[in-house]
């Protein structure tokens, strides 16, 4: 088997592995999903708290987690869909499809977010909403504009070294 036909194969299963983690996280009760985003917000709180010597008491470290819980899920929500947009970039461009790439990343990934927010409509305590698009698709244009930034330096250098 040629190498570009091997990567175009591993590009597309990564998009649909990591389209069924989102889905998974989607599927989970919001009592479940608010259980876990509170635990990695007080984990963050706690290693705040010992990274800046804070002296922060149990009952302080919950409140400090309870107030940043909503941002944590948000930014989580950002981070799974700039992983799925950098993940249909890369495919794209093993397809050879350089062109538009970054525009078809971003349509494609806010689709997912879309049906996945649909999915959530029929989980016990989720909802769709249409914020949660945008948020998401935030997460991916964020990613597909670091990439492209990147790449236009990437190419400047090479054009640099060449002169």
Known sequence: MKRKRVWRIVSVALIVVWAVVIFSFSAQPDTESSE????VSYRIVKMWNQVFGWKHSGP???QMAQKIEYPVRKAAHMSEYAVLALLIFQALTAFDRKKNRGCMSLGITAAYAATDEF????????AGRVTDVLIDSAGA???LLAIHIILYYHKSE???RKR
């Not at 876990?36 to 635990?39: D, E, Q």
């Open 36 to 39: 876990i985003s509170g635990h």
């Open 158 to 160: 090479i054009r640099n």
């Open 141 to 143: 244009f964020l990613a």
């Open 119 to 126: 999915h959530q409509l029929f989980v016990p305590g989720r």
């Open 60 to 62: 302080e470290l919950e």
